[in-house]
Structures are given as C-alpha cells and as structure tokens.
C-alpha cells in the first residue's frame, strides 16, 4: 500500500498537462451525470461514440461504462480507434444511432469544425446529447492545430444547427472551467440536446472542478473503468464503492486503484499502456500486492 501512496504522491508532483485533467473530470462527470438519467439500474446497454478517439493523453473511454457500447472512431488508426473514418466529416452510421456522441480535443484539429459538428448531431438520437470539449486558449500543439474556442461559440453553434435544418438542437451549457495550477490551459465545454422537447429534465454537468488537486484526481480516478470491472485476480464482490483512496474495501479497492493508477503514470509519463505487463504479472496468480509495485517499479 505503501507504494501506491508513494505513486499517488507523484502523480501530484508531476506536471500533469500530458494527463487531459479537465477532459477526464468533464467527461466523466457527463457519463455520471447520463448514468441517473438514462441507466440508474446499470442495466442498459447505452450507444455512445467518441470522434476524434485517438488515446494520445487518456481517451474518454476509460471512464465509459463498461457495460456500453462504446465506438471510437478518428481519422487514422491508433489506439482507442474502432473505425477508420475515409471522410473526417462523414461518420459512417445512419441517422439516430447513438445516445450520446463526444468530441474532446479534436475539433480544434478539423479545418471545418462545423460540418463535423452537425454530422455528429445527425447520429445522435432524438433523446440523445452531444458532448464537446474543446482548448479555449491552449499553445500551439498537435499538427494540424486551426482554432480555439469560447462560450460563445456554443450559441454559435446551435445557430449552425438551425441553420443546418437541425431546428430543434438546443445549446444546454457553455462554460470554460476555471484555471487550474496543475494543467496549461483552459477548456469549453459544450453540450447540446438533440431535441428539447422529448427531454423531461435536461442533463447538466458541474461547471467547475475542485481548487484541490488531489480531490480532483481521487475523482477521475474512482470514475476510471478499473473501479468498474473484476480483474483477472477473480475476486468477487458487490459494486466498488466511489470514494478516495485509502480505500475502505483494502483488497478490492487496491486492486481497482493500482490499475487506475499505473494508466495514469503511464499517460503523465508518456509510456505505452500497462496493460501488458500487468497480464504478465498476473501469471501464476500472484496478487495485486505483489503485482502492483513491481510494475510501479519497473
């Protein structure tokens, strides 16, 4: 236990602006959020896509629910890519097929952010949402890198949509976070209602993260998806509780936030996933104890 706190303190330490915080905090925030709303019972098999899916600094999947479907889809195959797309502005689903479509750092990157925008809307269902976080005043990253954007452009948007023939789109919340000391830049978050009126009660996101970074960490980390599943150390309990480390369930919730964990220090330190070298260790049914530390180590 000893070395994950030790991992967890590093984790603080560490310049944090190649681990996306706000993307990971608003992004699972909306899937928390979509969890009261559409599957309190954790029982139904929501459609969710992600464009611009490419796991470069954590991808919004890790905090999907795993009993979703989730597709990712992005202009070039990588990590986090189900599909290829052969146009960055057409995605290849008929009309209505997601409950819920995501943008996180990609449209920024699209020289026509608006024509993907309304392809996005077209494949959302009549109930569904539409997610966008995108840099507000981010430094020149990522090739090609075209625009950046205020709440503004939320209503700006909308008005494309109707523009678009998508009149009954509606703007639901606009709002660039607060600055935060252990992340470079500022994000927009956008998100959007396909249709208004066959919502009984609009979903809505937090609009600021905690001043405390180590709260903030403890939260995307109790929502990444290995709080979500039983790993191959075959314990078998009820759902995790979500609250911070130190865990009060010790063997389960230390096997959930290792996992966690080493996906973050593998995305703050710029290494290839972990997933690997944990399944290695894992064989001969050695325990998260031992397994953690050593890949920690390694």
């Given at each position: 236990l000893l070395q994950l706190l030790q991992l967890l303190q590093l984790l603080q330490l560490q310049d944090v602006s190649a681990f996306h915080?706000?993307?990971?905090?608003?992004?699972?925030?909306?899937?928390?959020?979509?969890?009261?709303h559409r599957d309190p019972g954790l029982n139904k098999t929501l459609q969710?896509?992600?464009?611009?899916?490419?796991?470069?600094?954590?991808?919004?999947?890790?905090?999907?629910?795993?009993?979703?479907?989730?597709?990712?889809?992005?202009i070039a195959d990588a990590d986090g890519v189900d599909i290829v797309l052969d146009d960055p502005y057409v995605l290849p689903f008929s009309d209505g097929t997601f409950d819920c479509v995501l943008s996180s750092s990609q449209m920024?990157?699209?020289?026509?952010?608006?024509?993907?925008?309304t392809e996005m809307l077209r494949v959302v269902k009549e109930d569904g949402y539409l997610l966008v976080i995108a840099?507000?005043?981010?430094?020149?990253?990522?090739?090609?890198?075209?625009?950046?954007?205020?709440?503004?452009?939320?209503?700006?948007?909308?008005?494309w949509a109707h523009r678009s023939?998508?009149?009954?789109?509606?703007?639901?919340?606009?709002?660039v976070h607060q600055p935060i000391k252990w992340q470079s830049h500022t994000d927009?978050?956008?998100?959007?209602?396909?249709?208004?009126?066959?919502?009984?009660?609009?979903?809505?996101?937090?609009e600021r993260m905690s001043a405390v970074e180590d709260k903030v960490m403890s939260i995307i980390r109790s929502r990444h998806f290995c709080w979500q599943k039983i790993h191959q150390d075959r314990i078998r309990v009820g759902r995790p509780a979500r609250v911070a480390l130190?865990?009060?369930?010790?063997?389960?919730?230390?096997?959930?936030?290792?996992?966690?964990?080493v996906e973050m220090r593998s995305m703050l330190m710029g290494l290839p996933r972990?997933?690997?070298?944990?399944?290695?260790?894992?064989?001969?049914?050695?325990?998260?104890?031992?397994?953690?530390?050593?890949?920690?180590?390694g």
């Open positions: 915080v706000s993307a990971a905090y608003f992004g699972s925030e909306f899937f928390e959020r979509l969890v009261w969710v896509l992600e464009v611009g899916s490419q796991n470069v600094n954590g991808g919004l999947r890790d905090y999907s629910k795993t009993h979703w479907n989730f597709t990712g889809v992005d920024e990157h699209s020289p026509f952010f608006w024509l993907i925008f840099p507000s005043n981010i430094m020149y990253h990522f090739q090609p890198d075209h625009w950046r954007f205020l709440p503004d452009a939320g209503r700006a948007l909308e008005a023939g998508l009149t009954k789109v509606r703007l639901l919340q606009a709002f927009n978050v956008m998100l959007y209602a396909r249709n208004l009126e066959v919502l009984k009660e609009p979903l809505r996101i937090t130190p865990p009060t369930n010790a063997l389960f919730s230390y096997a959930h936030a290792c996992c966690a964990s972990l997933e690997q070298e944990l399944n290695m260790c894992w064989i001969g049914g050695r325990s998260y104890e031992v397994c953690c530390p050593e890949v920690v180590r």
